[in-house]
């Protein structure tokens, strides 16, 4: 069974492991989901599932991760208490379902660490851990709750005939738009407001070869193709998210990958943000990008235009030179952002 089956099916606890090798730049990953559910009808309380490794801006955008020791993970004979000294979980109930497994408390902490993190740690070939638990999804109270409400009612609306609320359908069931995150302090207390930013104007459908977002922007930074991108010409820019959404959870993710070009005019860049798409939410189509003209000095002075199309049409050129082929999926959503027709470009290679 899969990890999304597994979320839309059971309830339980998900621990998010993260590790670094040396000083690479990436983290591996790895979810532990826990679930009394799981464990009644298949005799398994604990679900290893290794994720594609994350870059390392993407993992100081994950809220809420705990730096765990090295040598902490190094020991998993250690009880279980020791181990939550340095991670905020739910240790009762993460205690009786493994003790529901018949595992000994010297036992338990071996069973939510992953056997790829503590081998190499082990070694001395880990520089960093972090680790967070999930909840299993957006309140009703949450101040995401109405941006993914908005997407939501926009994805079911008949009129708009090439989107779909259904994962598995055809149409497009992805992302609409991304939204600047910010934070700010009151009383001690952190609070996040986020802001509608950009239309979504290009997504991937799945294949094997650009299957992830690193796949994407890989192919595009490669040195021989006749227009290469690189990462970000002009550095000067804040981080993106997405809302993403299953049939049983909700959550916001920052961008996953970018890749710019330089528009040949001063600092000015082609700049697309790239975000990946769980299968949960859209089985069809694996990546959802952010394409835009980045001004010179990223609008601090005036209103330029940001050029969503023009943009989008720069890296449809890309991939249209790599003999791949182009549908057009129509939002429908002309009038919210300028230069925008509310097409997005779906790519296939």
């Not at 497994?101 to 070939?125: C, F, K, M, V, Y």
């Not at 709750?145 to 359908?169: C, G, I, N, Y």
Request: charged share 25%; glycine share 6%.
């Amino acid at each position: 069974m899969s990890n999304t089956e597994l979320t839309d099916r059971f309830t339980g606890v998900r621990l998010h492991w993260l590790w670094r090798p040396g000083d690479a730049a990436y983290y591996h990953y790895e979810t532990v989901f826990l679930s009394e559910e799981l464990g009644n009808e298949y005799d398994q309380y604990a679900a290893h599932f290794q994720e594609e490794p994350l870059k390392f801006e993407r993992v100081l955008d994950i809220e809420d991760t705990a730096s765990v020791p090295v040598e902490s993970v190094i020991h998993s004979d250690q009880p279980l208490e020791t181990l939550a000294e340095f991670i905020d979980i739910p240790l009762d109930r993460v205690n009786a379902i493994l003790k529901m497994a018949q595992l000994q408390n010297s036992d338990r902490a071996a069973a939510i660490i992953p056997s790829a993190l503590h081998n190499a740690a082990s070694t001395g070939n880990v520089s960093g851990v972090l680790v967070t638990a999930s909840s299993p999804a957006v309140s009703s109270a949450h101040p995401l709750r109405k941006h993914f409400m908005t997407e939501k009612s926009l994805r079911e609306d008949p009129a708009l005939t090439d989107l779909s609320s259904s994962a598995s359908d055809s149409k497009y069931s992805g992302p609409l738009f991304v939204y600047a995150l910010d934070r700010y302090y009151n009383q001690n207390k952190q609070h996040r407001l986020l802001e509608r930013k950009a239309p979504i104007n290009v997504t991937w459908a799945e294949n094997q070869q650009n299957r992830y977002t690193i796949g994407i922007t890989t192919e595009m930074k490669k040195p021989s193709k006749s227009t290469t991108w690189s990462s970000q010409y002009n550095r000067v820019q804040g981080l993106r998210h997405v809302l993403l959404s299953g049939q049983a959870t909700s959550r916001g993710s920052g961008q996953d990958d970018d890749v710019a070009r330089s528009t040949g005019i001063g600092a000015a860049q082609w700049h697309c943000r790239a975000f990946s798409i769980p299968e949960s939410m859209d089985t069809q189509h694996n990546v959802a990008g952010q394409a835009h003209r980045d001004p010179w000095d990223h609008n601090k002075i005036g209103n330029k235009s940001w050029k969503y199309d023009k943009s989008r049409d720069e890296v449809w050129g890309f991939w249209d030179s790599e003999g791949c082929s182009r549908s057009s999926i129509d939002t429908k959503l002309r009038s919210t952002f300028q230069s925008h027709d509310g097409r997005i470009f779906g790519i296939n290679c």
